[in-house]
């Protein structure tokens, strides 16, 4: 069984591949993210978040929308123009991709 | 110092091939952009672009030699020989000798990559063609035009991502008037449609999936296009005895980098950029009557160009009209700021500001006149072309009426 397929069917663990992955992208240490942590507050730059998104996409094989404009939002906190913004913390990163994932699996058993 | 005209203007886009149909697709907002047809498009999420689609390399080349053009190549020479037939320019061999060429282009030669990249690891050929190295190289483009009309001057490549062409264009101005060259072809060229580098930019999550709308609210990305444009440069004086026809003056010419971010836009160094143009064309933000603006049509570019040049114009930002030609062309990355520059030109020389297509509803953080889908007749005694790179590199023209 693959690494994808084993993610999938322990949804617990996504969070860590989560967490890694956010990491991985901003060189810090995994110990420094909990659920609670902000993006922004990790000095994401719009890149970094647009990069962590196609990390997560590669990782779970999931097609995550996100623009552009949304990544520099998350960024930089800034909440103008009332868009509701699909996650800002570390935990509701792993929340999204879990439904995603749940997703592909009942798509995929249909 | 000579003062710099243009006299010849050659294109090959999206909406034609022709200055005529160029011009009325611009002022018609007759958009360019449709479902793409030259590449396989089953692997793409993004599935329009504004594409060339009525050029045939067989009604220009020889058979023999098209196998050396790239896509991008052919467009540039293209556009190169029609800018010189539309200015009436006989190229003796003293004024080959003293002939800049300067092109900008963003990627070099991506469908000789694509194709020749495809076979290798996705056919596991075992070679590559023999050409592809000359086909690809960035500079091909104003080499071959150098070869195709015989020029012998200073000639070189500029590649400055979307500011390309009107880096290339302000060069060759800045070259001519300072008589480093008698005559300059200038402009840009950009062939880019291929399924890697779409790939590419959908990554980046700038793409909108169904059309382009500067300035609009309801603006949801860019859309790439393709195609050249070339201009013949020549002392005022040169053109005035020869009795050329004359479309409009270059003034100014103004650069800058933001050194902050490699994709987003950066008002202070965007309005930098314009203030020097201006102070180096010697004319007030007041003289400015029409800005061919970037406009990308991301939500991103259209606030901060707008903040920009609320920044460069201050009070005199209210009386600009402001239009973006990207809903029409698409964005031609290397070539934008030169088909852009046709577009001032034009605008200029026919006292017709052409408008921003496909704008729907006013956006409150782009407050100013973006001339919305439908041309204005409107004396243009100065106007700007502004080009914003990805790298954070910005280029900005300024030309005046004959």
Known sequence: MSDQHAAATRPAAIIDDVRAIVAKSLNIPVEQLTPQTRLDELGAESLDVIEIVFGLEEKF???????????????????????????????????????LVAAKTAKAAQ | MNRVVV????VVSPIGSTREKFWSGLVEARSGIGPITSIPTDRLNIRIAAEVRDFDPSQHFDPKRVGMLDR??????????????DAQLDITEELALGAATIVGNGAGGVNTIDDSYFKLYGQNATRAHPLSIPRLMANAACSLISMDLGLKGPTFTIASACAS???AIGQ???????????VA??????ACITVGTIKGWEALRVMSADTCRPFSRTRSGLVLGEGAAMFVLEPRDHAVARGAPIYGELKGFGMSADANDIT?????????????ALTDAKINPDDVDYVNAHGTGT????????IALRKAFGDSAGRLAVSSSKAVLGHSLGAAGALEFAATTLAVHHQIIPPTANFEEPDPDCDLDYVPNTARNSPIETAMSSSFAFGGLNAVVVLSRA
């Not at chain 1, 123009?81 to 999204?96: H, I, K």
């Not at chain 2, 006299?7 to 050659?10: H, L, P, Q, S």
């Not at chain 2, 072809?185 to 950009?190: N, V």
């Not at chain 2, 987003?264 to 020097?276: F, K, N, V």
Request: no cysteine.
């Open chain 2, 165 to 167: 062409g009107t880096h």
């Open chain 2, 7 to 10: 006299t010849g203007i050659g």
């Open chain 2, 172 to 182: 060759a101005f800045q070259m001519v008037r300072m008589g480093q060259a008698q």
């Open chain 2, 264 to 276: 987003a836009i950066d008002p202070d160094g965007a309005a930098r950029a314009i203030r020097a």
């Open chain 2, 72 to 85: 991008f190549s052919q467009f540039a020479v293209v556009a190169a020989r029609a800018a010189v037939r």
């Open chain 2, 299 to 306: 939500a991103l570019n259209d606030k901060g160009e707008t």
């Open chain 2, 185 to 190: 072809l200038a402009g840009g060229s950009e």
């Open chain 1, 61 to 99: 094989d999931i097609t995550i929308p996100l623009k552009a404009e949304d990544a520099s939002r998350l960024a930089t906190a800034d909440k103008s123009g009332g868009q509701d913004m699909p996650f800002s913390t570390v935990g509701d990163v792993a929340e999204m991709v879990e439904k």
